[in-house]
């Protein structure tokens, strides 16, 4: 196995994350019969768009770099405030 061929795995290995997040999404929602976006969508974009950020950096590829590294952002940001709701509402009374 050459290094090109390792580089391709991990690139497409990568992708297959990011596109499953789609898959996850979409069982949900038809599970709920309306749009849902479960929390394992955004693990699956941070994984996957961090594994892609680094096959684009072995690339050298800035157009690809860019778009990964600002996503990456995006999902990190949605994981804090998910896990932030979920914490108030941890904490807060419940009410009966």
Do not use: C
């Given at each position: 196995?050459?290094?090109?061929?390792l580089?391709?795995?991990?690139?497409?290995?990568?992708?297959?994350?990011?596109?499953?997040?789609?898959?996850?999404?979409?069982?949900?929602?038809?599970?709920?019969?309306?749009?849902?976006?479960?929390?394992?969508?955004?693990?699956?974009?941070?994984?996957?768009?961090?594994?892609?950020?680094?096959?684009?950096?072995?690339?050298?590829?800035?157009?690809?770099?860019?778009?990964?590294?600002?996503?990456?952002?995006?999902?990190?940001?949605?994981?804090?405030?998910?896990?932030?709701?979920?914490?108030?509402?941890s904490?807060?009374?419940?009410?009966?």
């Open positions: 196995m050459t290094t090109e061929t580089w391709l795995g991990i690139g497409f290995f990568g992708q297959a994350l990011f596109f499953g997040r789609w898959v996850v999404q979409w069982i949900a929602s038809e599970r709920n019969a309306e749009s849902r976006v479960p929390v394992s969508f955004w693990y699956m974009s941070l994984i996957g768009g961090l594994i892609t950020l680094t096959y684009a950096i072995y690339r050298m590829d800035p157009v690809f770099i860019s778009g990964q590294a600002i996503g990456s952002v995006v999902y990190v940001r949605n994981l804090v405030l998910i896990h932030r709701a979920d914490q108030t509402k904490q807060s009374p419940s009410q009966t």
